[in-house]
């Protein structure tokens, strides 16, 4: 069983900075895959930046250019650097770690980012 433990949520202006982390339990952290989902009011939850194993990285259309994930393994802990933050990232972000055909799957309990216009 693998803990998720995400922090650094809070209240921001539009266009503030903030930085999401996400400290894993996993003694062999490196070999997860690692996601930052976020799910609004009314809204599904969407996948919003991952990072594999071996370190490639894609992010939804709607951040590029403003969010930057990242990963040190030897603190098994994921970032979410959020630059130039819109009301619309209002959400609750959520850290997720899998390992694909292993049946690994495993969120956190996650954390509130609120963007105040």
């Known amino acids: 069983q693998v803990q998720l433990a995400e922090s650094g949520g809070g209240l921001v202006q539009t266009g503030g900075p903030l930085r999401l982390s996400c400290a894993a339990s996993?003694?062999?952290?490196?070999?997860?895959?690692m996601g930052w989902y976020r799910q609004a009011p009314g809204k599904q939850r969407e996948l919003v930046a991952a990072i594999t194993s071996g370190g490639s990285t894609n992010y939804v259309d709607s951040v590029k250019g403003r969010f930057t994930i990242s990963r040190d393994n030897a603190k098994k802990t994921v970032y979410l650097q959020m630059n130039s933050l819109k009301p619309e990232d209002t959400a609750v972000y959520y850290c997720?770690?899998?390992?694909?055909?292993?049946?690994?799957?495993?969120w956190g309990k996650g954390t509130l980012v609120t963007v105040s216009s």
């Open positions: 997720n770690a899998k390992k694909r055909g292993f049946g690994m799957d495993y």
């Open positions: 996993a003694s062999m952290f490196s070999i997860f895959d």
